[in-house]
Structure formats: C-alpha cells, structure tokens
T-cell receptor, first 114, second 108 residues
Framework: DVKVTQSSRYLVKRTGEKVFLECVQDMDHENMFWYRQDPGLGLRLIYFSYDVKMKEKGDIPEGYSVSREKKERFSLILESASTNQTSMYLC?????????????FGDGTRLSIL | GIQVEQSPPDLILQEGANSTLRCNFSDSVNNLQWFHQNPWGQLINLFYIPSGTKQNGRLSATTVATERYSLLYISSSQTTDSGVYFCAPGRNNNDMRFGAGTRLTVKP
C-alpha cells in the first residue's frame, strides 16, 4: 500500500514565523502535491512537483514556497505565516503511469496561526 | 481552470438506503477521481474514472465525459459511509480541480 506521511497532525504557530510542513512518500512516485482545504471550498492546489527540484504553481501559491531535494520528500514552506493561512494542509503523491493515476493522500496537518 | 459542481451539498440517509451523488464539470477531461473523506479527515481514493463505469463492492461510478458529468452510486448505505465525497476532474493528473463536496450522513 502507498504510504504518504505528513510530519505533524496538528501544529500551532505565531504570525510572522517561518513554518515548514514535511511530506514523505514511500512508493517512488514522481508527482507530489500540496493542497489546502477550507470549509465549503474543497481542496485547492498550492504547488505540485513532477520531479526532483522541479515545481509548478497551483491555484493559490501566494505566501508559500516548496522544496523537493529528494524524490520521496516534498516540503511546503510558509515564509512568514499569517492568520489567513490557518487551514488543513494535505499532501498527495501519484505515479505518472498512464494506466492508473490515482492520487494518494496523507492524513493532513491542521495548522493554526495565532 | 475547470469549474466543478457537486450535488447535493448535503445528504442525510437512513442506513440501508441507496443514493446518487453527481459531479458536473465545465471542460473536457482525461482524468476524474472520486474521494471519500472520513470524519477523521483522511482522504481515500475511491475511483479513477475518466470515462465508463466501475464498481467496487457497494460503490459504483459512471463518467460520461462527452456530457461532462460523473455519478457516484452508493447502495445499501452504512454508517461508515458517512463523510464528505469529492470529485476531482482534470485534463491530467497535475491539474485536478476538486468540487466543494457532498457531505453524507448515514443514520443507524
């Protein structure tokens, strides 16, 4: 089974702090994704990466950056956390295999910015 | 980007009832996935179904790509089916767009 592990289930930080959210997958997937989930809005894509050191902006990249130095690890960085970044953050990974491309999600990190 | 509408937004069922969830999308797609988010927040992939029909136990899904909709059928619902169901269509796996979801509550 695919395992996507997010480093924290709950996290509380202060406004202005630099925040790192880590995600690791164990299936050698090429694609990795970061989403945020807010009530009534579904999931919105922040960034994705299709290879090591490669990244593409999603729909809401402002205020975030990402890092992918190794294939199995994808980090989301809040450069200077603000209260409007309080949300549930979900990481996902997928293979580029044409036949079957489901995304597999981690359990999420509920981040509160005070 | 692709616009996604899911209906109904909320659904309450008695255990054992059947239900149909609908997903309309605004553009042609090569990728569509259905997910279930349980009450603990975990997102589980149910189907990868850009077209055609698939079945997995009490769940089945049909996507009619030419008419830009997908349906998720739940038969003989159980309390463990409760949660939020999302559909996510996209042109490829890197640009999926999630709908706002259907919140399903199954009562014993």
């Amino acid at each position: 089974d695919v395992k996507v592990t997010q480093s924290s289930r709950y996290l509380v930080k202060r406004t202005g702090e630099k925040v790192f959210l880590e995600c690791v997958q164990d299936m050698d997937h090429e694609n990795m994704f970061w989403y945020r989930q807010d009530p009534g809005l579904g999931l919105r894509l922040i960034y994705f990466s299709y290879d090591v050191k490669m990244k593409e902006k999603g729909d809401i990249p402002e205020g975030y950056s990402v890092s992918r130095e190794k294939k199995e690890r994808f980090s989301l960085i809040l450069e200077s956390a603000s209260t409007n970044q309080t949300s549930m953050y979900l990481c996902a990974s997928s293979s580029i295999d044409r036949e079957n491309q489901p995304q597999h999600f981690g359990d999420g990190t509920r981040l509160s910015i005070l | 980007g692709i616009q996604v509408e899911q209906s109904p937004p909320d659904l309450i069922l008695q255990e054992g009832a059947n239900s149909t969830l609908r997903c309309n999308f605004s553009d042609s797609v090569n990728n569509l996935q259905w997910f279930h988010q349980n009450p603990w927040g975990q997102l589980i992939n149910l189907f990868y179904i850009p077209s055609g029909t698939k079945q997995n136990g009490r769940l089945s899904a049909t996507t009619v790509a030419t008419e830009r909709y997908s349906l998720l059928y739940i038969s003989s619902s159980q309390t463990t089916d409760s949660g939020v169901y999302f559909c996510a269509p996209g042109r490829n796996n890197n640009d999926m767009r999630f709908g706002a979801g259907t919140r399903l509550t199954v009562k014993p």
